[in-house]
């Protein structure tokens, strides 16, 4: 089946992205059926803090791919509440023009306990999407701080969004989420205080050890479409240099090697809580007669003598 | 973690009031449930797509601009198009009495006029809810 025809078929890809979200019976297969399909999205990862303009800079950019005849997903990440296990997912409301487009696919997600920006099924519905036929992906994280770098794992180019306003230099010398983007976008660049985040940023990344990709820093504002094409162009030339650097080979590695150890882990854990000594060896922990690692270890050799899924 | 109901609450029709639509949402939240926002000014296509692509398990509509006997059986109507009327759809907001009759007819299944306790919207849908 062609990309375009699977791409049609919107109740079947959204039903497979709840599929994988929930871990409803037959998501196993879903992946695995598609997988093989993956690999042609180019996947852009929209970061930043709170209120910094994640959405519309997303809307704004979607547009322009949507204009150039392209397919493109969207999965938007907001916060579940710890407590009630609930969440708003607001993010299509920046989006809403394009909702009912027929090359946009928009999908809102909650992080429903994931900590580092994303939730644990986006890798997933990255996959979904890009066999569907998305040429283009955008995953928007939460709101971030200043250590939800999960996004480098699943994007081809992450795309940090900062705004004015937020802090000094201090704050954009700090190790962790500054360290991740490969293009920096200063967005509501009418407001004040707009050139002095850009020329902090640009400070900052000089600081940064000497690398062959300079992450570049556009000027925009998403609200009134400025700086857009600049800022496609800065996304290009990073695609670009990462395809001439094999790069991208790399980072495809990396997921792939990621998607590998998350499924391991999680098979590995069912089948160590099944084991009828997992109780056991528990409770002597917490009496202290025996050690995690020791109990580990135990728990191990029976994984080496069973050989049944 | 239990699956969380998926909901859309969306305002359709050109009045401005969406502090009901807020409340609401608020109250599914707190109630455990995936609320997908979409705000203001939502056309009835609109209101379907998102539903589509969210896969919701319930659309809740606010509406206070007194075109609700026009919109809601259009959403009805494309949410059948798409092959999704299995969704719960349910309507709040400024209703006269006169016309919750007509509403359940064209589909609607359950019309909560001011005054009506968030609770008792959420008990509806945790019955309701097809699973």
């Not at chain 1, 504002?221 to 700086?227: D, H, L, P």
């Not at chain 1, 997992?278 to 050799?301: F, N, S, V, W």
């Not at chain 2, 639509?21 to 000014?41: Q, S």
């Not at chain 2, 609109?46 to 659309?59: F, G």
Request: glycine residues 8%; negative net charge; contains cysteine.
């Amino acid at each position: 089946m062609d990309r375009g025809k699977r791409w049609r078929e919107r109740r079947r890809i959204a039903k497979m992205i709840t599929a994988v979200e929930n871990a409803l019976p037959g998501h196993e297969q879903i992946l695995q059926e598609i997988y093989k399909k993956t690999g042609n999205a180019y996947v852009i990862g929209i970061t930043g803090p709170p209120g910094a303009g994640k959405s519309s800079l997303t809307d704004a950019l979607a547009r322009g791919y949507i204009e150039k005849g392209l397919r493109v997903g969207v999965i938007a990440i907001d916060p579940t509440s710890p407590f009630s296990g609930g969440s708003i997912l607001g993010d299509r409301i920046r989006m809403n023009e394009l909702s009912t487009h027929p090359q946009m696919f928009i999908r809102s997600m909650g992080t429903r306990g994931q900590l580092g920006g994303l939730s644990a099924a986006t890798h997933s519905a990255v996959m979904i999407l890009d066999a569907c036929g998305a040429d283009v992906l955008f995953i928007e994280t939460v709101g971030v701080g200043q250590s939800e770098i999960e996004i480098v794992k699943l994007a081809d180019t992450v795309l940090m969004v900062m705004v004015p306003g937020l802090g000094d230099d201090i704050q954009a010398m700090k190790a962790g989420i500054m360290e991740i983007g490969d293009v920096f976008a200063v967005n509501k660049k009418d407001l004040p205080g707009a050139d002095k985040t850009k020329i902090e940023l640009e400070a900052m990344l000089s600081f940064l050890p000497p690398r062959e990709w300079r992450p570049p820093v556009c000027m925009v504002s998403a609200m009134y479409k400025e700086g857009l094409e600049e800022l496609e162009v800065a996304i290009s030339e990073h695609r670009k240099f990462q395809a001439d650097h094999g790069r991208l080979e790399q980072r495809r590695m990396r997921n792939a090697q990621e998607a590998l150890l998350a499924i391991l882990r999680d098979k590995m854990v069912l089948r160590v809580k099944s084991d009828d000594r997992y109780e056991e060896l528990l409770q002597r922990m917490m009496e202290k007669t025996i050690d995690p690692y020791e109990a580990a270890r135990q728990l191990m050799e029976g994984l080496d003598s069973c050989s049944e899924d | 973690m239990q699956r969380p109901i998926r909901v859309l609450v969306a305002k359709p029709g050109l009045d401005g009031h969406d502090r009901g639509a807020k409340v609401i949402a608020r109250a599914f939240r707190d109630a455990g449930m995936e609320v997908i926002y979409t705000g203001l000014r939502q056309t009835p296509e609109q209101i379907v797509a998102a539903a589509i692509q969210e896969d919701v398990e319930v659309v809740a509509v606010s509406i206070l601009s007194g075109a609700h006997s026009t919109l809601l059986p259009r959403i009805k109507e494309l949410l059948k198009e798409e092959n999704a009327d299995d969704m719960l759809f349910v309507a709040g907001g400024v209703i006269p009495d006169d016309d919750i009759a007509f509403l359940k007819e064209k589909g609607v299944a359950a019309v909560f006029t001011p005054g009506t306790p968030t609770t008792l919207a959420v008990e509806f849908i945790r019955e309701h809810v097809k699973r």
